[in-house]
């Protein structure tokens, strides 16, 4: 079995670097894979690949420990590679295991504080819009009642629902009015809020993705929708086409964001406003690509990861 093979399936206990993914029998990404077999190349036995379901951790007599299901103690790792996707984070499980991460002295790429600001698009456009960053006009709430909410004044149409929390374009669609709004609004999940975007029109259909690593732009890539339906994404349908470099001021614009969210590693999707300029529509912390931008993304990724390394030695 070769090294990448090895640490994607049984994880030494012992390892400088981990990759942490989510709980089994979720299907990592095609991107995530990769990855991980660039870096088992890298750091060879010192890497593993730790799934969230298999660790215990907590406090015994006084100090932080943290353990495998067997019963195993596991040292801290000195940098964790975080893939799993901050959206579906929930405070009290995977949350508390990155904290506990951190406080026992792991780097995290990206950091807790970044994950956290990431998870909710709220966050991300309270944090973007105080760092001076250009995004959609938007409205959400907290506990106040969908019905009421969809009553406001302040609420215009036509425009983007989305849930806060939602990811590869699901819970998200066009409303050209408030009928339509309050005719669905039984229909719709209430686990977490949605929010309501102004929908920018020269951008329908089209979504330019730029993938960040330590304040670079490496690649990037315009998604169009299928058949002009509003959201980009390939789970929906949509096409790829990599433009790497072909935009400069929107690299520059997703750098620009990635750094007010704190994100070592962002997928900055951006939207084509008026007057060829740009705005920020929503940041992604684990973000994914196409086969074809590995070759740039990967050695950023992992170069990223031995600077973090270098830096603790």
């Avoid at 981990?18 to 660039?38: D, F, G, H, I, K």
């Avoid at 790792?77 to 990155?98: I, Y």
């Avoid at 973000?287 to 931008?293: D, F, I, K, L």
Wanted: glycine content about 8%; charged content about 20%.
């Amino acid at each position: 079995m070769d090294t990448a093979r090895r640490a994607l399936s049984t994880a030494p206990a012992l390892a400088d670097v981990w990759m942490l993914v989510r709980q089994r029998p979720a299907v990592l990404r095609r991107s995530t894979r990769e990855l991980a077999t660039a870096l088992a190349d890298v750091h060879g036995p010192r890497f593993a690949v730790w799934h969230t379901d298999e660790l215990l951790f907590g406090v015994q007599g006084g100090r932080l420990v943290l353990r495998t299901l067997g019963g195993a103690d596991l040292p801290a790792p000195a940098v964790v590679c975080v893939r799993q996707v901050a959206g579906p984070m929930r405070s009290d499980r995977e949350v508390t295991l990155l904290r506990h991460l951190e406080r026992m002295g792991s780097t995290l790429v990206n950091t807790l504080d970044a994950q956290l600001k990431s998870r909710n698009k709220v966050w991300q456009l309270q944090e973007l819009a105080v760092a001076g960053v250009p995004v959609p006009d938007t409205l959400s709430y907290a506990t106040a009642p969908l019905e009421g909410v969809l009553r406001s004044p302040d609420l215009e149409t036509p425009c983007v629902v989305k849930s806060v929390s939602g990811a590869k374009g699901g819970q998200v669609f066009l409303a050209p009015d408030t009928q339509l709004l309050r005719e669905v609004a039984g229909s719709l999940a209430q686990e977490a809020p949605f929010l309501f975007q102004e929908h920018v029109a020269p951008s329908h259909g089209r979504t330019l993705r730029v993938i960040v690593v330590d304040g670079e732009p490496v690649s990037a890539v315009l998604h169009t929708s299928h058949n002009g339906t509003l959201t980009a994404n390939i789970a929906k349908g949509g096409t790829a086409d990599v433009c790497t470099g072909r935009y400069p001021e929107a690299d520059e614009l997703a750098v620009r964001a990635a750094r007010a969210l704190g994100l070592d590693i962002a997928g900055v999707d951006l939207l084509f406003a008026a007057d060829d300029t740009y705005t920020v529509c929503e940041v992604n912390a684990v973000p994914g690509w196409r086969p074809e931008m590995a070759a740039s993304i990967t050695p950023a990724i992992t170069a990223c990861v031995a600077r973090r390394m270098a830096a603790r030695d």
